[in-house]
């Protein structure tokens, strides 16, 4: 069967119901196609922080020294299974050369205009649909149990100062004062205010409603199989239910973008970066507000009746299993830094895998080779916080209209 359609969204994550919802809002007719069910990638069990304050990029200059060490030990947050896969290797190749002051002070820059973007867009959501999303925002507490590395927030703080980033610097009565709950080992902090959180599987199914509302056709449990081209255009998209012959194409897999764009003959270099997270029952002790715990790299998100631990970043590749040893530290860390930790309850575990690029910065273009695809993909660590903005800005794009954000940053040829 070969259906007429306008325009098709591949993936049903946080980035492409965003994307179905704004082209709908332009009057486009949208059908999003999804292999699973909505929302059954990254977009559910993150830390759900939307991220407009400390947005240091992961390549930076301190990271090939002090990070690769870090990323071939097992028991580390971060790590990579070594491995000899060619992609890989040129992906930690673009991300070693990422690694510079730089690129790190331009890629700043643009993560803060693209969260910026995303603020200023839930404020327009709740505005104009009436939902909240169970957005909160309350800042983020960075807790540190060691001076070295409070040092470094220091250092942190100090650099995004000069990009307009607000931050307050934290003794232990400081902190307390904002968040009573902490141990007696937490000694500083920072606090900054341009942050909200919430409950990401809540918000990526809100985004879904509301773009059903707007007459997209929400298609799941259909697997895209691959394309069919005439020359530099998409003619027609094969699928487990047949071949659709859309107008648009509209590439937001997350992690399995490049697994389709190999078909098409393009190379992404998105890899996926497996991360955990551990949901309880929300204790009567539990925060009030996200925490970084600054030397386990966990970060703590209470959302709702619920509280939510999230760590680690592995390079391994699509591997579903689930590091017990990875969770075990998570548990005990947790424990160093926050009371009534002992006896957490209906533990939930969930691991994702991040769709991460070299520069962590996200693909969001209209396609050179092919004239009617739209990547909108490789959001990384961040793809909660640039949903709603990548969303309008692909919009943008298929209008042919001005982008409200210079998109050269997140060309595909960029690498
Ligand atoms: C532990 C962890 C913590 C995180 N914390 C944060 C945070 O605090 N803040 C933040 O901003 N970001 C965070 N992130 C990152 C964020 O989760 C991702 O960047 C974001 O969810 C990516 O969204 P996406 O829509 O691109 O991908 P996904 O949510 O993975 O969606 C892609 C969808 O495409 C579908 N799909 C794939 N292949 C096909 C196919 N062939 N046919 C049809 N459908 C297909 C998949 O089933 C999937 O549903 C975190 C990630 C992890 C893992």
Redesign the pocket.
């Known amino acids: 069967m070969n259906k007429q359609k306008d325009i098709i969204v ?7 119901v965003s994307a179905a919802y704004y082209l709908a809002m332009q009057g486009r007719s949208v059908t999003l ?4 069910e909505i ?5 559910f069990g ?6 407009n304050g400390f947005a240091i990029p992961l390549p930076a200059p301190g990271m090939p020294s002090q990070g690769l060490k870090l990323l071939l030990d097992s028991t580390s947050s971060f790590y990579i299974k070594p491995r000899p896969n060619l992609d890989l290797l040129r992906w930690l190749w673009k991300f070693y050369r990422a690694c510079n002051e730089k690129q790190m002070l331009q890629s700043i820059a643009i993560l803060l205009s693209l969260g910026q973007g995303s603020f200023d867009l839930f404020d327009e959501l709740f505005a104009k649909e009436g939902t909240d999303f169970s957005y909160e925002h309350k800042g983020r507490l960075i807790l540190y149990t060691s001076e070295d590395s409070y040092q470094g927030g220091v250092a942190d703080a100090a650099l995004l100062r000069d990009f307009g980033v607000e931050a307050s610097l934290l003794d232990a009565e400081g902190i307390r004062k904002i968040e009573p709950n902490v141990l007696p080992a937490v000694t500083h902090g920072i606090y900054c205010a341009d942050y909200a959180h919430v409950t ?1 599987d809540r918000l990526t199914h809100e985004m879904a409603a509301l773009a059903k509302s707007q007459g997209v056709e929400l298609k799941t449990g ?4 691959g394309f069919e081209t005439s020359g530099q255009q998409i003619s027609a998209i094969r699928t487990t239910e047949g071949i659709f012959t859309p107008d648009q194409v509209v590439l ?5 973008s490049p697994v ?1 764009a190999n078909s098409l003959k393009l190379r992404l270099p998105i890899q996926p970066a ?4 551990l949901t309880y029952k929300r204790p009567p002790t539990s925060p009030q507000l996200p925490l970084s715990l600054a030397e386990r790299k966990i ?1 703590v998100t209470p959302m709702g009746e619920m509280l939510r631990f ?1 760590s680690t970043l592995e390079l391994a590749g699509f591997d579903p299993s689930i590091n017990q040893q990875r969770l075990e530290t998570i548990r005990r860390s947790v424990k160093e830094y926050l009371p009534g930790m002992e006896e957490l309850e209906q533990e939930t575990v969930w691991s ?4 991460a690029t070299p520069d962590d910065l996200p693909i969001i273009e209209r396609n050179k080779k092919f004239k009617n695809l739209i990547l909108a ?1 490789g ?9 709603l903005i990548t969303g309008k800005l692909v919009a943008q794009i298929v209008a042919g209209k001005q982008p409200s954000i210079d998109l050269a940053p997140f060309r595909a040829d960029r690498f």
């Open positions: 591949i993936g049903g994550g946080i980035i492409g196609i999804e292999k699973d929302c059954a990638g990254s977009s993150n830390a759900g922080l939307i991220a990401p259909i697997s895209v199989t937001a897999a997350g992690a399995w389709l497996k991360g955990y997270s970060a999230t994702g895998y991040r769709p993909t959001h990384g660590t961040l793809g909660m916080t640039q949903g």
